[in-house]
């Protein structure tokens, strides 16, 4: 009864929105999964129950699944049911960190280290930096977590002028950063498909071979400098990236 009453309260509609009840009841049920109501494996009443508890025909349930099957948030099992994947979809037009992009959807970030250490830029940690060879950089690698599940493997490098001392990150690196007034103002991201290395599987608590999302981002300040180089592995299986685009054609 108290799973009942709590899919009740939290998927309850509004029949005088403008609207439609199935996007509705699909907005409702993604807030449950992004705001941790739901989690990864949680079963979703079945479809006659979701009808009975909205007060929707079934016709308008099934189209509101529809679109979250579509968008990779629920899974569909023949003769089990419906469950949460756990997916996470992050826009490619907002530039955030991990930690701020997880605590906005109502996940707690974490960290396990790897390596905090200084080193000397090589040439294409260099030219990725804009600076020249040889210069001093500090190197961050670890496995970025979302409810202490492992989500990718992040190395981000930046110099040593503007952070002195690895172990000032201890969460957000991009935190720490603006606390020394350095604030990245817009970044370039580059995406490609790739399989996970063996130890890049172990880590991420994948079976091989297992598809990964590599990505590259160099963030930059005001003035056009680089601030930091940042490329991460992630989980294939768990996120996605998603991109609006918007028409250069003014007329309708």
Known sequence: MEHHARFEEALRLDPASHMPLYLQLEARLRQMIESSQLRRGDAIPAERELASMTGVSRVTVRKAMAKLVHEGLVIQKTGAGTFVSGRF????????????????????????????QHA?????????LGVAPGTRIIRL????????????????????????????????????????????????????????TQQEALW???????PILQIERRAFLADGRVLEVTYSSYRAD????????????PTP
Do not use: C
């Not at 000397?120 to 990725?128: L, V």
């Not at 991420?204 to 297992?210: F, N, V």
């Not at 996120?239 to 028409?247: P, W």
């Open 89 to 116: 979809s992050q826009p490619l037009s907002e530039l955030s960190g991990f930690s701020q992009d997880m605590r906005a959807r109502g996940f707690t970030p974490g960290s396990h280290w790897l390596d905090r």
């Open 120 to 128: 000397t830029a090589g040439p294409d940690e260099a030219m990725a």
């Open 141 to 196: 690698k670890r496995i970025r977590t979302a409810n202490n599940e492992p989500m990718a493997v992040e190395t981000a490098i930046v110099t040593a002028r503007d952070l002195p001392d690895p172990y000032l990150v201890q969460d957000s690196f991009y935190a720490v950063l603006r606390a020394r007034g350095l604030v990245a103002v817009r970044a370039l991201q580059r995406l490609r498909a790739g399989l996970a």
């Open 204 to 210: 991420l608590h994948l079976k091989q071979p297992a």
């Open 238 to 249: 768990m996120y996605d990236f998603v991109v609006e685009l918007r028409s250069s054609d």
